[in-house]
C-alpha cells in the first residue's frame, strides 16, 4: 500500500476545513436531469464477433460532476466509460463510470450530521463524522480498478439479463482514506463475528417480489483482504463525485466492485452469514474453473454457487488506441496502447499479435502504481502491408495467469475476461 500522499491538515482543507461545516456534496435537482444528446444513429447489435463495439451502444448523457457518459439506465442510474478515457492509468473522476442497483440516490449529504456508524458484534459502538475519521486516523492510499462483475456483459452468448455493458464498466483512481482495519480496531470486533456487512445510503424497491430496499454487501472476517481495505474519502486528491460514492466509499483492491459500498454508512460486525438479496441469489458465480457453465446445467439445477467475492478479478487487457475509427498508413510506425490489470496481482507482461493471435510480440510496459492499478502499455507496431489486420491483446499477472482466448458463460454475464481485438484497416502511405 502506499504511503500517505497528504497531511491530515492539507486533507481537512481539501474536505473544507475545520471548524466549518464540511463541503457538502450536492447534484442540484435541475442539473439532475439528464441532458441526452445521441450522437449518430446506433447500430442495434452490440454482440461478439471478430470486432464487437468497444463500447456499449448507448446515448451520451451529462450528470453533475460528469463528462458525457454512456447511458444503460437511468432508473437506477448506470453510465459507462468511454473508451477514449482509459488512455491514462488514472481514470479521471469525471469520466469514472457510475453504477447504482436502487433509483433513490442521495443528491446531497449534509456533512454536519452524516456519520459512519460501526455496530453489530462490536465492544464499542462508534460513529465518526467525516472530519473525526480524517483527524483521528492515519490517511493510506492505493491505486485500485473499481471493475463492475458484469463488465462486458454484452459480450455473452446466449445473452443474459442485466446491463448490456461493453468495456467501460471499470475506472482506476487513487484512493485515499483511513484503513478498515484501524477502524474495526477501534471498535474491537468481538468473538463470533462471522462476517462484516457494508451499507450505504441509497434506497429503492429492488428488484420485484425480493423485499431488498437497500444495498448491503457482506464479506468474511477472516479474508485476508480486510487488511487492504480502505474507507476512501478521495478519489485522486479530489472529494469523491457524489455519484461515486460522496463522502466514503469502501475500496476493496483486486475485488470486483460490488463490495466497494458507496456512501458507506453503516459497518455491521454479523454473527450469522448474510442471506441479503445482494449476497444471494444475486452475484453468485458458478463454483468452476473460471465461473463458467452452461445454460444446461443451470436449468437442470446442477449449479453449485458462491459469492462473487470468493474470487479476486481475473487478469484482462484492452487496446484503446488505435480504435479503427480511420485508416494507419503501412510501413509507418504506429503505437499501440493500452491498459492492463489483474486481481492477482501484479501485471507481468503484456504481449500484442497482429495476425489475430497466431504470433505474439511483448509490449513495453508504463509507470507500475501497485498491484492492483491500470498498467499502461505500448507496442510500436509497422504493418508492411496495406490490407486488414485483427489486433490483439492478451496480458499475464505476476502468478501466472494468462488471459484465455475461450469466453466464459454463466446466468449472471460475470468475468468476462477473453482476449480483446481490434480490426485496423491498413492503407497505403501515399
Ligand atoms: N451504495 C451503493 N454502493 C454500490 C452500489 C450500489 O448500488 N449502491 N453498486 C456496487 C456495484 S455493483 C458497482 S459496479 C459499483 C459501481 O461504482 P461506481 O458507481 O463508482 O462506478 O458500486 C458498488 N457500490
Ligand atoms: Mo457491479
Redesign the pocket.
Known sequence: MAKARFSRRQLLNLLGGTGVALAVGRLSGAQAQASSQSTQPVPSFTGPGPNPYWNGVNPYVTYPQKVPLIRLTDRPVQLETPRQYFSSALTPNAA???????DEIPNAIDLSTWRLAVEGNVDKPLRFSLEELIANFKPASVAAV?Q??GNSRSRFQPRVPGGQWGNG?M?NSMWTGVRLKDILAAAGIKQGTVQLQFQ?L?HGKGPEGKGSNA?MKSLPVTDPVIDECILAYTMNDEPLPL???FPLRLIVPGKF??Y????LTWIRALTEEDKNFWMTPAYRIPDTARGTTTPEDVAANKVKTVPIGNVNMPVRSFIITPDGSSKVPAGMPVAVRGIAFSGYGRVAKVEVSDNDGKNWHLASLGEYLGPYSFRTWEFRWTPKKPGKYLLAVRATDEKGNVQPDEGVWNPGGYLWNKIERQEIVVGNAS
Open positions: 469514472h463510470y457510475v453504477r447504482y442497483h436502487l473499481n463492475c462483475s464498466a475506472s450505504g441509497d444495498f455519484l461515486n460514492g466492485a460490488t466497494w459500498l458507496k456512501h
